[in-house]
């Protein structure tokens, strides 16, 4: 069921002392689906490393409840309704990381995923494609020469890869450095609003 979702995506680090401690709490209740553990790293461990890291910025999804069984269902309520349903970390100066040609052209989407109790309803997609628009807004902040938005999915990762693709970015090549085995990657450039 797609809702259109309504996502906000709330950079962590700079949010207030309460708000990032709500926003936290949110991200260590994600839960992966099975099939996704050997795709996507432990949430609480993905935004540890984000936390202590200058260069690597965590964001958290969040979302309206579309109902009270969701709101009940997903802890991290924000106030207003608000939950939190996902997590992402842009990695400035790491996209070769993924396989792509230079550091310094692209920002690295790493660690990005959706509670599997909220997957197929949306908040993916226009997740995903509000953090092209957050790393095109980091890129102009930090005055870096990023064009775009560069990712590794593995290849075995087919919903990934479609998802992505909905969201606008484009397959790009292989990359065979992954820990799970080979990567697709996929680049959305910030001009592609």
Known sequence: ???SADVTLIPV??????????LLAGICALELAPAQAAFVGEPSAMAQVALAEP?????????VAQS???????PGALGGGRVVVGMGVLHVGAARSAGWHDNEAAILLRG?????????????????????????????????PAL??????NERN???????GKAGFGDVGLYL????????IMYRPFDAF
Do not use: C, W
């Open 112 to 144: 990005f995923l959706v509670d599997r109790r909220v997957q197929g309803m949306g908040y993916g997609t226009a997740a995903t494609e509000a953090a092209v628009e957050l790393a095109g807004n980091l890129a102009a902040e930090l005055a870096l």
């Open 55 to 63: 260069d690597r910025h965590i964001f958290a999804v969040t979302a």
């Open 68 to 74: 009270p069984a969701l709101a009940d269902s997903m």
């Open 158 to 164: 087919a919903a990934g890869i479609r998802a992505y």
């Open 148 to 153: 775009g938005l560069v990712l590794g999915v």
């Open 13 to 22: 680090k700079t949010s207030p002392d309460a708000m990032r401690s709500d």
């Open 1 to 3: 069921m797609d809702t």
């Open 177 to 184: 450095g992954g820990r799970s085995g080979p990567q697709r």
